[in-house]
């Protein structure tokens, strides 16, 4: 019988009954976790340390339910064979939902009006212009599920949408597709909003830069919900400081939590927020069947049943 240990602080309880066929062992704490390791099959987990796989010595597959794992040991899991799922695809509607927030938050001027609101001040349309996203266009640089799903919410919305993925396929919801060669160029200088959705990969490791942000028009917006690290950002503050384009919107960063003494807090062109827009508070109840099929698959050695599979050759 398989040993599957269950690091998740309680949650996913019922892989216990439903899973008669493995012993299932949810753990609590940080040392029975390291305890239960010891001869663990498989683990369902967040996050994965070097000292968790030096417990794990007959590990042979990890369920992160993370859709981001560039922080994982994924060297060492490559080295030993040890199979990989991500999370990739529980996101989909709470980070698609985001985007459509911070554009209109962008649009509206929300941020400055709840500001005049602490403030007890009244200022009308004079003081606040009010823009609309409906007929603006959105570049979405990484047409993964959730760029597809921000395509289809930001086209219902009125807008009209184009965007950059591995490879330029049709897709729904999008007008044009262009691939990573030559498309990032063509997306960005001609859109009103730019969302950067792209995992961090050695390829895409600070592929925003100078370049990048000369490219955007003056009254642009741009939105980072993928991974900071594809972001140089000293390159970043120079764009704000010298106003080379509207607005910068981002939920992740180089180093999580931003250093209080970031020099982009000081910035009034820039709305931060600490990486909130993927967790959401029915987070386990949206893993959960990719959870199951991939233990399913994995108990029955179906392997080709499983979704979501860590490519490490792609990166993501």
């Known amino acids: 019988m398989k040993k599957i240990v269950v690091n998740l602080s309680g949650g996913l309880?019922?892989?216990?009954?439903?899973?008669?066929?493995?012993?299932?062992?949810p753990v609590e704490t940080y040392h029975d976790l390291l305890l239960e390791l010891?001869?663990?099959?498989?683990?369902?987990?967040?996050?994965?340390?070097d000292n968790m796989l030096d417990q794990a010595e007959q590990l042979k597959y990890v369920a992160s339910l993370y859709a981001g794992v560039d922080k994982l040991p994924l060297t060492r899991?490559?080295?030993?064979?040890?199979?990989?799922?991500?999370?990739?695809?529980?996101?989909?509607?709470?980070?698609?939902?985001?985007?459509?927030?911070?554009m209109i938050l962008h649009a509206r001027g929300l941020d400055k009006l709840l500001g005049q609101?602490?403030?007890?001040?009244?200022?009308?349309?004079?003081?606040?212009?009010?823009d609309q996203i409906h007929g603006k266009k959105l570049g979405i640089i990484g047409l993964g599920a959730i760029g597809q799903e921000v395509a289809k919410k930001a086209s219902l919305m009125g807008m009209e949408v184009v965007g950059v993925r591995r490879s330029a396929q049709a897709t729904e919801y999008v007008s044009e597709v262009y691939g990573m060669e030559?498309?990032?160029?063509?997306?960005?200088?001609?859109?009103?909003?730019?969302?950067?959705?792209?995992?961090?990969?050695?390829?895409?490791?600070?592929?925003?830069?100078?370049?990048f942000f000369d490219l955007l028009k003056p009254s642009a917006c741009m939105i980072n919900m993928g991974r900071g690290d594809?972001?140089?950002?000293?390159?970043l503050y120079q764009a704000l400081v010298n106003r080379q384009f509207k607005r910068y919107i981002s939920d992740?960063?180089?180093?999580?939590?931003?250093?209080?003494?970031?020099?982009?807090?000081?910035?009034?062109?820039?709305?931060?927020?600490?990486?909130?827009s993927g967790p959401n508070v029915r987070y386990l109840d949206k893993a959960y069947p990719i959870v199951k099929q991939n233990l399913t698959a994995f108990l029955e050695e179906n392997y080709e049943e499983m979704v979501n599979v860590y490519s490490h050759e792609r990166g993501y």
């Open 182 to 211: 030559d498309g990032i160029e063509k997306v960005v200088s001609d859109c009103d909003y730019v969302i950067n959705l792209l995992p961090h990969t050695p390829e895409t490791h600070h592929l925003i830069d100078k370049t």
């Open 252 to 276: 992740v960063f180089n180093e999580e939590p931003l250093d209080p003494e970031s020099n982009l807090w000081e910035l009034d062109n820039i709305v931060i927020t600490p990486h909130i």
């Open 230 to 235: 594809t972001v140089n950002e000293d390159d």
């Open 38 to 49: 010891s001869d663990a099959d498989g683990l369902v987990t967040y996050a994965l340390t």
């Open 13 to 25: 309880a019922r892989l216990v009954d439903d899973f008669p066929q493995a012993h299932v062992v």
């Open 117 to 130: 609101q602490r403030q007890r001040i009244w200022a009308g349309a004079d003081e606040n212009p009010q």
């Open 77 to 102: 899991l490559k080295d030993e064979g040890i199979i990989l799922t991500t999370g990739r695809g529980i996101h989909i509607i709470h980070m698609a939902e985001y985007a459509i927030m911070m």
